[in-house]
């Protein structure tokens, strides 16, 4: 079963944030941490992957993404800090040195 999953990145601690959907969490914050693509979060420096939700279809995960983005930011605020509350980068060690440490990935199922 393909899994979807609507992220929210920060560039620090109460810094710019970035809210995201994805059929590939692992690839697409590779490319956040790395600056592989231009825009946004490039611009502001945002590299830490501080909340993380799993979907079960790509029409749930879009609609949550789009209502999270929709928020004002205290309440995007309330979300991080009630599962993450020191903004924690929760792929902090998915990758060392541009390699892949699958242990430390988001579980499935």
Request: charged content about 30%; cysteine-free.
């Amino acid at each position: 079963m393909k899994e979807f999953w609507v992220y929210i990145m920060a560039s620090d601690f109460n810094g710019t944030l970035y809210v995201g959907v994805t059929s590939n969490i692992v690839q697409r914050v590779f490319q956040h941490k790395t600056d592989a693509i231009d825009g946004f979060t490039k611009e502001h420096g945002i590299k830490k992957l501080i909340f993380l939700e799993k979907h079960e279809s790509a029409e749930s995960a879009i609609t949550r993404e789009k209502r999270i983005k929709a928020w004002k930011r205290e309440w995007k605020m309330n979300l991080v800090e009630k599962e993450n509350p020191q903004w924690i980068d929760l792929a902090h060690n998915w990758y060392e040195q541009g390699k892949l440490q699958s242990g430390s990935l988001p579980t499935q199922g």
